[in-house]
Nanobody, 115 residues
Framework: QGQLVESGGGLVQPGGSLRLSCAAS????????MGWYRQAPGKQRELVAT???????NYADSVKGRFTVSRDNAKNTVYLQMNSLEPEDRAVYYC?????????WGQGTQVTVSS
């Protein structure tokens, strides 16, 4: 299993933007499906967005049109650009790497949206 390290979280006002990064120590990073998940206080972890090895993306309905997931295989990094942030987006955001039976998670980065 590889190591995933998220960064870029923080405090932002409603309507603001943040860009999360996930640096992956994975051999053959490009074959992994990469994803972002989040867990709000008292709630279950939920899917935010995924990006396949081929670049196909999938988003939760709640973030469509506001969030964009991308990857840079040369840097072994996946990004989550978050725009028009809402208080409901407050959560710990986790990076995930999946390839068949191989599944790795980062430690998470906190995102707080508050005025």
């Amino acid at each position: 299993q590889g190591q995933l390290v998220e960064s870029g979280g923080g405090l932002v006002q409603p309507g603001g933007s943040l860009r999360l990064s996930c640096a992956a120590s994975l051999s053959m990073f490009s074959v992994y499906r990469m994803g972002w998940y989040r867990q709000a206080p008292g709630k279950q972890r939920e899917l935010v967005a995924t990006i396949s090895r081929g670049g196909s993306t999938n988003y939760a309905d709640s973030v469509k049109g506001r969030f964009t997931v991308s990857r840079d295989n040369a840097k072994n990094t996946v990004y989550l650009q978050m725009n028009s942030l809402e208080p409901e987006d407050r959560a710990v955001y986790y990076c995930n790497a999946n390839w068949g039976p191989r599944d790795s998670w980062g430690q998470g980065t906190q995102v707080t949206v508050s005025s």
